[in-house]
């Protein structure tokens, strides 16, 4: 079980890293944008298209959320609309926090925010069309749960994802006895003035830096976003990321022997 550490760091984050690291997960993205509502009472309060950004064009009064919702869904031609009510982000915060423990799963509190998103569908909570909320999102940690405990109690997880030649998004985490204690990115090794020419043959840098910084990682994974990205939505993912470990898409070093198994690779 993944644990987090009474005394965990959560640290040197880039924030355009992060915004990147999320528009991995399928219900923030889309091919068209989703359209975002922030309501209070009968009037809608803020608006935000994932592409396009702020859209203030779109507050105001307005006469139900469903009739709102296929209107903009239609009229904006976007892969979804949700609409949520102002103070529904401070309830869910508020009972999550109730909710933790430093023993917590980390996915089981991940299924807590969830299975209190779904309590509200159709109250605080909408959206249109209503498949598009079973797409997955929770699914995608579910899929590498099991990666995870095999794991040893004490690991550094390393995840790496380039744009090109430049890093996109990483993500570098730190586990001891059993709870992770630290969360941080690549904007923590900037003393290194890391730059790749050809992240495939030059990754193994990445991995020299965090050494000095933190131990040799346990595992570490190096991608760019356009791989990463079809195997999230892969039906498949196991066997596309076999596919793409042969090609050399995908980069997995060190790997303990257990995660190379499941993998089979």
Same mark, same amino acid.
Request: net charge negative.
């Given at each position: 079980?993944?644990? %987090?550490?009474?005394?965990?760091? #959560?640290?040197? !984050?880039?924030?355009?890293?992060?915004?990147? /690291? =999320? +528009?991995?997960?399928?219900?923030?993205?889309?091919?068209?944008?989703? /359209?975002? =509502?922030?309501?209070?009472?009968?009037?809608?309060? @803020?608006? #935000? @298209?994932?592409?396009? *950004?702020?859209?203030?064009?779109?507050?105001?009064?307005? +006469?139900?959320?469903?009739?709102?919702?296929?209107?903009?869904?239609?009229?904006?031609?976007?892969?979804?609309?949700?609409?949520?009510?102002?103070?529904?982000?401070?309830? /869910?915060?508020?009972?999550?926090?109730?909710?933790?423990?430093?023993?917590?799963? !980390? %996915? @089981?509190? /991940?299924?807590?925010?969830?299975?209190? !998103?779904?309590?509200?569908?159709?109250?605080?909570?909408?959206?249109?069309?209503?498949?598009?909320?079973?797409?997955?999102?929770?699914?995608?940690? *579910?899929?590498?749960? *099991?990666? =995870?405990?095999?794991?040893?109690?004490?690991?550094?997880?390393?995840?790496?994802?380039?744009?090109?030649?430049?890093?996109?998004? +990483?993500?570098?985490?730190?586990?001891?006895?059993?709870?992770?204690?630290?969360?941080?990115?690549?904007?923590?090794?900037?003393?290194?003035?890391?730059?790749?020419?050809?992240?495939? +043959?030059?990754?193994?840098?990445?991995?020299?830096?965090?050494?000095?910084?933190?131990?040799?990682?346990?595992?570490?994974?190096?991608?760019?976003?356009?791989?990463?990205?079809?195997?999230?939505?892969?039906?498949?993912?196991?066997?596309?990321?076999?596919?793409?470990?042969?090609?050399?898409? !995908? %980069? %997995?070093?060190?790997?303990?022997?257990?995660?190379?198994?499941?993998?089979?690779?």
């Amino acid at each position: 079980m993944r644990r %987090i550490a009474e005394q965990y760091e #959560f640290l040197n !984050i880039d924030p355009v890293q992060w915004v990147n /690291l =999320l +528009s991995l997960v399928p219900e923030l993205t889309a091919e068209r944008g989703i /359209l975002y =509502l922030l309501y209070q009472g009968t009037e809608i309060t @803020h608006a #935000f @298209h994932s592409i396009q *950004g702020v859209r203030p064009d779109l507050t105001g009064p307005f +006469s139900t959320p469903l009739i709102v919702l296929e209107q903009l869904y239609q009229r904006e031609d976007v892969d979804a609309v949700i609409m949520l009510e102002q103070g529904l982000a401070v309830y /869910l915060l508020a009972k999550m926090g109730g909710a933790f423990t430093a023993e917590m799963d !980390i %996915i @089981h509190l /991940l299924e807590i925010a969830q299975d209190s !998103i779904e309590e509200e569908i159709g109250r605080r909570f909408f959206v249109f069309p209503d498949e598009s909320w079973a797409k997955g999102f929770f699914g995608v940690f *579910g899929r590498i749960r *099991g990666l =995870l405990e095999a794991l040893p109690p004490d690991f550094i997880l390393v995840l790496v994802v380039f744009e090109e030649n430049r890093i996109w998004t +990483s993500l570098i985490v730190e586990q001891t006895r059993g709870q992770i204690r630290r969360i941080t990115s690549s904007q923590y090794l900037e003393s290194f003035n890391l730059s790749f020419e050809d992240w495939q +043959s030059e990754y193994i840098m990445f991995n020299q830096a965090v050494t000095q910084l933190f131990g040799r990682p346990t595992l570490s994974i190096f991608t760019d976003d356009e791989t990463l990205r079809f195997l999230i939505k892969s039906e498949a993912p196991r066997e596309f990321l076999r596919q793409a470990y042969k090609k050399g898409q !995908i %980069i %997995i070093d060190p790997i303990p022997s257990a995660i190379r198994n499941r993998l089979s690779l």
